[in-house]
């Protein structure tokens, strides 16, 4: 069952989703050569204490950390160690939530370390984010939930890859409904599955986390011995971008972006939801 929300509830969802911008931006701002993902990790329960919120993450399924720190062929579900110092060079997917009054939020970006970075990595999270969001301005009134997959699967699909060959649309993690749970019905593959039909119509109310995860290679990830870190099977390095939105009956207003989505969905011609707490 899809929980519809109220607008009252999307604006406590919104609370949570400011509070994840802000771990955004804290770590975005930490994640230089020399500092370990366990120092990102300490940041963002620093953001979260200050907003007086709490980590969606830290439990979840026995999950050790306040955040998912993903390097270079990581995909999801890094764990933050003292032990993984980032370099000049590398990127860095960074997945985190937060709770505020029983309401979830959940985002991750992906971001350089240092500078020098090859152009098809620079490429790989331009060509990853943007189809975020072409997902994100199909989340309109009257589509339906496979409406948001074929719009960033088709953007994908439309970018040239530095060098050849084609990108790989992971398959095995995809988006989700979000509320007073992290994750919730329906899930949201970044590729359109036939056999899996149209899937609901998206109604006021509907909320999602939207996440495509592309890889310069392989499609196919295998899970670490910890159970948790996810890689690619052929070690190319990833990208993984994810924001949640919330649908009402006046568009789409992007729940963990700062300016609630308005000058991305502009680029794409769809007007964002107003603010409830602006």
Partial sequence: ???????????????????????????????????????????ARKVLDEHGAKSNFLGYGGFPATICTS????VVHGIPSENVVLNDGDIISIDCGAIVDGWHGDAAYTAFVGSGHAPEL?????????????????????????????????YIRRQPKPGGGKYGIVEDYGG???????????????????????GPKLVPGFCLAIEPMVSLGTPRTKVLEDDWTVITTD?????????????????????????GGKAKLAEYGVTAAPDPLA
């Fill in 1 to 43: 069952m899809v929980q519809i929300k109220t607008p009252e509830q999307i604006a406590k969802m919104r609370a949570a989703g400011l509070v994840v911008a802000a771990i955004h931006a804290a770590t975005r701002e930490a994640a230089v050569p020399g500092a370990s993902t366990k120092d990102l990790d300490d940041v």
């Fill in 71 to 74: 390097v270079n062929d990581v």
């Fill in 122 to 154: 620079v490429e790989l999270s331009r060509v990853t984010e943007e189809s975020m969001w072409a997902g994100i301005a199909a989340m309109k009134l009257g589509n339906r939930l496979v409406d948001i997959s074929r719009a960033i699967e088709t």
């Fill in 176 to 198: 989700h409904g979000i509320g007073t749970e992290m994750h919730m019905d329906p899930h949201l593959l970044n590729y359109v599955e036939r056999r899996r039909g149209k």
């Fill in 235 to 259: 070690g190319t390095w990833s990208s993984h971008w994810e924001h949640s939105v919330a649908l009402t009956d006046q568009g789409p207003l992007v729940l963990t972006a700062p300016d």
